[in-house]
């Protein structure tokens, strides 16, 4: 029997409504699930709430509700919400669900079995916020009354002494290290993988999992321990196996087991890393493939959370924006840092990206064939080397997409290959002038090609934006069913449906960034500014991998820019009166990276190459050292 592919999310702890970053962690599987579909996998694809434990205990007690009532409601909640995002999850799993509340204590009794689990004392300060015992590093800084103040919530600890079971998590430290040091690519980033490396070598204490019952009422009981319950991580890791049947549908179980992904931010990687692997490694099972760690999503360079008030409701925001539309967006913000979420750029996105060079292309491919009357278009024998070159494009994007979704899941470099492909589709589309074309077979052709450059987006953009990629689908009067992956390469008849609606509408944007004359600059006092509005702008080393020339421009080069890990992007530079291609080639220079893309003489920059006049008045790029990697922040 072939392997179902596994992904998961964390399970959420029920103890307030779902915001837009457990929305964010979900949309990510939701993607890599529907890409692994389109590939003929079968994808087991489980979310869910975390529904034990101090934190949610006090929040149906603060609610004056019975826990089970106060959870029930809420996980509800988490599950409205995730199907109104479309958000194709196979199991939503919970952990008061008795198989799972069994399962658990079973692993526990095998673990005790086996001699990793024994009964001892433990005293030390206990983030309830966090759930976790802290370090001595931990403790640091403390309140006036020299109670430590927990780093992990920012809130004071309280001190716990109690009798309680360990798990000997010093056992696994070996073996722990050894794994990480041979699966540098297990970790995503794996940049991440030194942080846990070095965390190990620091010495791994046994790990107290279980909790007295007279301080936490609300959890699994301990067998063979009335007053003990279990631990709520080592109840909660455990959801990942017994979702899918883990000592109660051992079939199920192995047909799905290990997990090929498990999604997550970075506050509770180091439970999976660690805590994580150990229980596996513990009850002799296997590990999963990959962790993917995205950073936090943050509203005015503060992590969103509810203490803050600066939450994005999930509900609300689909009252201003259409669903694939704010799925592209979060789908767009790099995962391997922290991302802002901002209006601003949320519709300047959707500006550049869906309506200038998706939606406006294939209206305006519409309207020419209208015009012509010609609706049907199959491939012709006539063929240029505009043609072969675009189909050559296609299959380099098709492989890197492919490559990705085997390797290290970026679908943020997807989406920037996808632009990177569709603004070629484009320059096509304007250098041929079809408009002007006397010859029909000749007009054919570049028709057909445009169409079938918007096919392939329309597959490689499906897992994004499944609702409007539909539309597309029927724009071409291609049947979206059952499509493939592999079908974005093929070749098809493509009939022009008469719908004359926009994929995209043009929506009014706010206002056009200002870009401020040099002689202002020049002229103008610098203001000081604090930390916070310095962070704002996110400037990058990148290696200028590409510089082609853009027709309607003799001043203006476009750059091909790989950042690294944050995937590669089409950046301007009004420098082609100073340069040779050559001279740029292969160089590392810095640019600005988030600021708003702009459409110059028919393209997209997507930043801003950042240069420093010589004596001569001469734009200089600031050349950086080979050493630094692309991608690094300068600050
Ligand atoms: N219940 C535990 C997880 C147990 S998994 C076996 C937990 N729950 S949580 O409700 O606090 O969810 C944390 C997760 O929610 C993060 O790891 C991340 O996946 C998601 N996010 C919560 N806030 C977020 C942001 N502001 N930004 C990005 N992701 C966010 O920890």
Redesign the pocket.
């Known amino acids: 029997m072939k392997k179902k592919f596994y992904i998961t ?5 029920p103890n307030a409504f779902p915001h837009i ?2 929305v ?2 979900t949309l990510l599987a939701d993607i890599i699930a529907r890409y692994k579909r389109l590939m003929g996998e079968e994808v087991v694809f489980l979310t869910g709430t ?1 529904e034990h434990g101090q934190k949610v205990y006090e929040a149906a007690t603060k609610a004056g509700k019975e826990p089970q009532v106060f959870v029930d409601k809420i996980a509800a909640k988490f599950e409205s919400v995730f199907k109104q995002w479309n958000l194709s999850y196979t199991i939503f799993m919970r952990t008061t669900k008795e198989s799972h509340k069994e399962s658990v204590q079973k692993w526990i009794l095998l673990l005790e079995k086996k001699g990793f689990i024994y009964k001892s004392f433990y005293q030390g300060w206990y983030c309830v916020s966090a759930e976790e015992f802290l370090l001595e590093k931990d403790c640091i800084t403390k309140d006036a009354s020299g109670t430590p103040i927990s780093p992990l919530s920012g809130k004071p600890a309280i001190w716990l002494k109690q009798e309680a079971y360990f798990f000997k998590l010093s056992h696994f430290q070996e073996q722990l290290l050894s794994f990480f040091e041979n699966h540098k690519e297990f970790i995503i980033p794996e940049e991440r993988t030194r942080e846990v490396i070095n965390f190990i070598k620091e010495g791994l204490k046994d790990l107290c999992i279980s909790r007295l019952k007279k301080d936490v009422p609300w959890g699994i009981p301990f067998p063979g321990a009335e007053d003990h319950v279990i631990y709520v991580w080592a109840d ?2 455990n ?1 990942y196996i017994t979702g899918i049947g883990y000592l109660f549908n051992q079939e199920n179980f192995e047909s799905t087991w290990p997990a090929d992904i498990h999604v ?2 970075k ?2 990687f180091r439970f999976h890393a660690i805590y994580w692997l150990a229980f596996l490694m513990a009850a002799d099972l296997p590990l999963p493939k990959h962790e993917l760690i ?1 950073g ?2 943050l509203v005015d360079n503060k ?3 509810k203490s803050l008030g600066n939450v994005i409701d999930p509900e609300e925001i689909l009252k201003t924006y259409e669903l694939d539309t704010v799925r592209y967006y979060l789908a767009s913000l790099s995962t391997s840092q922290d991302a802002t979420f901002s209006h601003e750029d949320l519709e300047q996105k959707y500006q550049s990206d869906l309506v200038d060079n998706l939606s406006n292309l294939l209206q305006r491919v519409t309207i020419l064939a209208k015009k012509k009357g010609i609706k049907d278009f199959s491939l012709s024998a006539f063929k240029q080397e505009e043609e072969t070159i675009l189909t050559k494009k296609k299959q380099e994007l098709h492989a890197f997409i492919e490559k990705e979704l085997h390797t290290t899941y970026g679908i943020h470099k997807i989406i920037q290959e996808i632009i990177i492909f569709s603004n070629g589709l484009n320059s096509y589309f304007h250098n041929q002038e079809p408009w002007k074309s006397k010859d029909n077979e000749k007009f054919k052709t570049i028709i057909y090609s445009v169409l079938e450059g918007l096919f392939a987006i329309g597959i490689y953009l499906l897992p994004i934006m499944p609702e409007k990629m539909t539309i597309l689908f029927s724009k071409l009067s291609i049947p979206h069913h059952n499509l493939t992956f592999s079908d974005a390469l093929k070749t098809f008849t493509f009939s022009l449906a008469e719908n004359d609606t926009y994929l995209f509408e043009k929506k009014e944007i706010k206002k056009e960034i200002e870009i401020p004359k040099e002689a202002e600059i020049m002229t103008a006092s610098f203001p000081s500014i604090t930390i916070d509005e310095f962070l704002k702008s996110v400037i990058l080393v990148g290696e200028i991998k590409r510089v082609s020339d853009i027709p309607k421009s003799d001043k203006l080069y476009l750059f091909t820019v790989d950042f690294g890990s944050e995937g590669r992007r089409e950046i301007a530079a009004g420098i082609k009166l100073f340069y040779q291609k050559e001279e740029l080639l292969g160089k590392k220079t810095i640019f600005s990276f988030n600021l708003a893309p702009r459409k110059l003489c028919g393209i997209t920059s997507h930043g801003m190459t950042l240069m420093a006049k010589n004596e001569t008045g001469k734009p200089e790029l600031i050349i950086i050292s080979e050493t630094v990697i692309n991608g690094a922040r300068i600050g």
């Open positions: 999310t964390p399970i959420y702890y970053g457990s964010y962690s975390d909660a890791l959801n997550m931010a506050d509770i995205h936090w999503l992590k969103m959370s």
